[in-house]
């Protein structure tokens, strides 16, 4: 069965950086296009970075371009979310995703708190 397990999350200043993982097991990994999305308070779930399934290809939501890095790793099935120059906007849990054919697949996030 497919299983998306996050961590990284924590709390950090704003300025400061942390490095989301995400182990995926179940499914061929290297076939599938992986993203990062993530729910803050009140908010609806976005899409925050997705990456190809050789890592050849990657985009990013405009509040985070030039900040989050998203990179995949298809010898130990993970993806990761490299965020730099954290604010406090970015507080959030972030999920793992993947989607097969038309179902997605989701982590049970990792929390992310962006503060002073």
């Known amino acids: 069965q497919v299983q998306l397990v996050e961590s990284g999350g924590g709390l950090v200043q704003p300025g400061g950086s942390l490095r989301l993982s995400c182990a995926a097991s179940?499914?061929?990994?290297?076939?599938?296009?992986m993203a990062w999305y993530r729910q803050a308070p009140g908010k609806e779930r976005e899409l925050v970075a997705r990456i190809t399934n050789t890592g050849g290809s990657t985009n990013y939501a405009d509040s985070v371009k030039g900040r989050f890095t998203i990179s995949r790793d298809n010898t130990k099935n993970t993806v990761s979310l490299q965020m730099n120059s954290l604010k406090p906007e970015d507080t959030a849990v972030y999920y793992c995703n993947v989607r097969l054919i038309t179902l997605n697949y989701w982590g049970k996030g990792t929390l992310v708190t962006v503060s002073s």
């Open positions: 179940g499914f061929t990994f290297s076939s599938y296009v």
